[in-house]
Every structure is written in structure tokens, then in C-alpha cells.
């Protein structure tokens, strides 16, 4: 029988609460100079109760930007370039991975492993190596300023083509006869059988890559110089260094807290999905 140390469920409890509160309270700050003007949020110390100019700020920072160093961007359509990215890099990396793992498992070729270990190498190289070849590339292609641009070179990834092709090798081969038998070709049985069988992991790999292609900073600095391409992320950062001119905290934190929206919604919504995958698949 397990002996029962109450001091111990205190201890973790407060450990707990330690870390959400430490989570939480840049959270709640955020949110509080959002609501303020950018007087306020300059004054020391700084209100901890939110203030009254909500919707100002939040409609000013949607559809008219900020003043100071983003030129008057509307957020809005720097979360549009933030989300056809990210949407362009999670579904494609998923696509692109899951036909490579499946021909590297289920279809016999001449150097068949040797073209899987040069796609798992590329793991090796640092972001530093490839990053100057290919924005040479995307430049010569004219793919500069473009979703295409933002999104095609990062699209590949020898990470989720490893997990599924690892997940592949688990089918039991009972299965494949079956489907063989049944007269299913490869791409009935891949539709039919591998993709249902691979929901969670794909639930897993969309909410990683989304989270990814929403928070790329690097990249979008080198291949984007117009102003309506930028991210939200770039669009932060100008906000924020914006030269001479002065910071608004007020519109620079709304932007924040907008920037965290879509990245929250697809773990919440994405979760549910991925838990109901789970149990499906126990069934």
C-alpha cells in the first residue's frame, strides 16, 4: 500500500501554482497594457488593472497599425501572410512526408535506403549552412516578396518523413496482404488504410509545424522587404525597434496578444481531434 504524504501534495501543488503564475503574469501584463494608452503604459510603475481603451487599441491595431516603426501595417494583414505561411508549411510538410515515407517503405527501388539516409543527413546541416544557398536560390527564381518564397523552402522535412516512416514499419503486414487481396492498388491503400491509420500522428506533426511556420522570424527577414509580406512576428519586431520614432506599448502588446490567438486555437481544437484519434485508434 502507498503511503500517503500530505506534505508532499502541498509541495506540489505550490510548485505548481509557482509555475503557472510565472507563465501567466507576462501573460496578464500583456493583456493589461493592451487595454491602456501608451501614457499609461510608459508611467512608472505601471497599472496592473485593465484599462478602458480595449476596443480602440485592438481596432487601431487590426485595421489602421501602428504609427511608430511598422509604417502602419494593419495587423490584420500581417496575420494573413502569418497563417497562408503557416498553413502552406504544416500541410505541406505533412503531404511531402508522408509520400516520401510511403515509398520509401512500401515500394522496392535501386537505392532505395541511400535516398532515405540523404533526406535524414540534411538533419545534420545547421540552419547557418543552407540558408545562404537558398535564398540564392529563391532569388534567382524571382520568388522573393512571395508566399511561394515564404513557404516552399521550408515545406521539406526529414524529421516528419523519419516518424512516419517509422509508423509505416508498425502495419503488420496481415494488413497489407489484405488489402492486396482485396485488390486495393497503392493508392487505394494508402487513402484507405495508412492515412486513417496515421490521423494522430498527423494531428500531432500539424500542430508542431503550424506552431513552427507561425513563428518564423529569420527566414521572412531575408526573403521579404515589402511592407505587406511581412508577418506578424517581423511586424512585431519593427514595432518595437522602430528607429526614431516612438514605441506605442499599447498597439505593440495588442499586436502580441493577437499574434498568440491562432496559435492557441489550433492547440485547442487540434487537441480535441487528437485525443478523439487516440481512442479511435485503441478501438
Same mark, same amino acid.
Given at each position: 500500500?502507498?503511503?500517503?504524504?500530505?506534505?508532499?501534495?502541498?509541495?506540489?501543488?505550490i510548485?505548481?501554482?509557482?509555475?503557472?503564475?510565472?507563465? /501567466?503574469f507576462?501573460?496578464?501584463?500583456?493583456?493589461?497594457a493592451?487595454?491602456?494608452?501608451?501614457q499609461?503604459?510608459a508611467?512608472?510603475p505601471m497599472?496592473l488593472?485593465p484599462g478602458?481603451?480595449?476596443?480602440?487599441?485592438?481596432?487601431?491595431?487590426?485595421?489602421?497599425?501602428?504609427g511608430?516603426?511598422?509604417?502602419g501595417?494593419?495587423?490584420?494583414?500581417?496575420?494573413y501572410?502569418?497563417l497562408?505561411?503557416a498553413?502552406s508549411?504544416?500541410?505541406?510538410?505533412?503531404?511531402?512526408s508522408? @509520400?516520401s515515407a510511403f /515509398?520509401?517503405?512500401?515500394f522496392r527501388?535501386?537505392?532505395?535506403m541511400?535516398?532515405?539516409?540523404?533526406?535524414f543527413?540534411?538533419? @545534420?546541416?545547421?540552419v547557418?549552412?543552407?540558408?545562404?544557398?537558398?535564398?540564392k536560390?529563391?532569388a534567382?527564381?524571382?520568388l522573393?516578396?512571395?508566399? /511561394?518564397g515564404l513557404?516552399?523552402p521550408?515545406?521539406?522535412?526529414?524529421t516528419a518523413?523519419?516518424?512516419?516512416?517509422?509508423?509505416?514499419l508498425?502495419?503488420p503486414?496481415?494488413?497489407?496482404?489484405a488489402?492486396?487481396?482485396d485488390?486495393?492498388?497503392?493508392?487505394?491503400?494508402?487513402?484507405?488504410?495508412l492515412l486513417?491509420?496515421?490521423?494522430?500522428?498527423?494531428?500531432?506533426?500539424?500542430?508542431?509545424?503550424f506552431?513552427?511556420?507561425?513563428?518564423?522570424?529569420l527566414w521572412?527577414l531575408?526573403v521579404t522587404?515589402?511592407?505587406?509580406?511581412?508577418?506578424?512576428?517581423?511586424?512585431?519586431k519593427? @514595432?518595437?525597434s522602430?528607429?526614431?520614432?516612438?514605441?506605442?506599448w499599447n498597439?505593440?502588446?495588442a499586436?502580441?496578444m493577437?499574434?498568440?490567438l491562432?496559435?492557441v486555437?489550433?492547440?485547442?481544437?487540434?487537441?480535441?481531434?487528437?485525443?478523439?484519434?487516440?481512442?479511435?485508434?485503441?478501438?
Amino acid at each position: 500500500m502507498v503511503e500517503r504524504r500530505p506534505w508532499l501534495d502541498v509541495l506540489a501543488h505550490i510548485i505548481l501554482l509557482c509555475g503557472v503564475a510565472v507563465v /501567466a503574469f507576462p501573460l496578464y501584463v500583456t493583456f493589461v497594457a493592451s487595454t491602456q494608452t501608451a501614457q499609461e503604459v510608459a508611467s512608472a510603475p505601471m497599472s496592473l488593472i485593465p484599462g478602458s481603451h480595449f476596443v480602440s487599441n485592438y481596432m487601431q491595431a487590426l485595421f489602421s497599425g501602428s504609427g511608430g516603426g511598422s509604417s502602419g501595417t494593419p495587423v490584420l494583414r500581417m496575420m494573413y501572410v502569418s497563417l497562408i505561411m503557416a498553413l502552406s508549411i504544416s500541410i505541406g510538410k505533412i503531404l511531402i512526408s508522408l @509520400m516520401s515515407a510511403f /515509398a520509401v517503405v512500401y515500394f522496392r527501388f535501386r537505392f532505395r535506403m541511400f535516398f532515405f539516409w540523404m533526406i535524414f543527413v540534411t538533419l @545534420m546541416l545547421p540552419v547557418e549552412v543552407r540558408i545562404a544557398p537558398t535564398y540564392k536560390v529563391v532569388a534567382d527564381l524571382g520568388l522573393l516578396n512571395s508566399y /511561394a518564397g515564404l513557404a516552399l523552402p521550408l515545406i521539406a522535412s526529414a524529421t516528419a518523413t523519419f516518424l512516419f516512416r517509422q509508423f509505416f514499419l508498425t502495419v503488420p503486414d496481415e494488413l497489407v496482404e489484405a488489402a492486396r487481396i482485396d485488390g486495393a492498388g497503392p493508392m487505394r491503400f494508402f487513402r484507405d488504410v495508412l492515412l486513417p491509420l496515421s490521423k494522430t500522428s498527423i494531428a500531432a506533426l500539424f500542430v508542431i509545424q503550424f506552431i513552427y511556420g507561425w513563428n518564423q522570424y529569420l527566414w521572412p527577414l531575408l526573403v521579404t522587404t515589402k511592407e505587406d509580406m511581412y508577418p506578424v512576428v517581423i511586424g512585431i519586431k519593427r @514595432m518595437v525597434s522602430g528607429g526614431d520614432s516612438v514605441t506605442e506599448w499599447n498597439l505593440t502588446m495588442a499586436t502580441a496578444m493577437l499574434a498568440m490567438l491562432p496559435p492557441v486555437l489550433v492547440v485547442i481544437l487540434m487537441q480535441k481531434w487528437f485525443v478523439k484519434g487516440l481512442v479511435d485508434t485503441e478501438k
